[in-house]
């Protein structure tokens, strides 16, 4: 009884641990997603003041260097392009996150995750375990799931250690 009891508590320790590393996580992962859209936004305003100074909209400019004879300027275009696109889409997830609910930031940031800022966010994760309401809240939920986990577990294995205790004791094994 005693030991199960420490199990359980060991193991609410780690989901709670494990469960609150999620708002942790997206908030790492939200400083880095704004820091790459500040980036791109930069270098997409540079290409749109090259642009204008040149009389062409984005998309013109855009188009003129993808058709453009010279493989390096056709290359830089189509780059730019990607670069573009990249910016709106990140921009977009970015703004997702500042409107959602602080307890709905990883479960967004999970939905339409950069996989290239998921992966440097995670080269530098450093865990923690938030003392706000979502952090609780996610270690409360990891808590649960891996405090049902301990006692499924220990369930199955008294099923399968009884029958051995019984066929032991009924066997005379074990006494003296």
Do not use: C
């Not at 990607?82 to 940031?109: C, D, K, N, Y």
Request: glycine share 8%; net charge positive.
């Amino acid at each position: 009884m005693i030991a199960r009891l420490v199990a359980s508590l060991f193991m609410a320790g780690i989901g709670i641990s494990a469960g609150s590393q999620a708002p942790e996580f997206a908030q790492q992962y939200y400083q880095r997603l704004g820091g790459a859209v500040d980036e791109l936004r930069t270098v997409v305003e540079d290409f749109d003041r090259d642009a204008q100074k040149n009389g062409l909209e984005r998309d013109a400019a855009l188009e003129r260097m993808i058709r453009n004879s010279d493989n390096l300027v056709r290359d830089r275009g189509s780059t730019m392009s990607t670069t573009i696109r990249r910016h709106e889409r990140i921009t977009g997830q970015l703004r997702a996150l500042e409107s959602a609910p602080e307890i709905m930031r990883p479960v967004i940031a999970l939905r339409a995750m950069d996989d290239e800022i998921a992966k440097r966010t995670l080269e530098v994760y450093r865990p923690a375990v938030p003392l706000t309401l979502p952090g609780l809240a996610y270690g409360f939920i990891g808590m649960i799931v891996l405090g049902f986990l301990t006692w499924l577990l220990m369930a199955v294995m008294r099923l399968l250690v009884k029958p051995i205790w019984a066929r032991q004791s009924s066997a005379g094994v074990g006494r003296s």
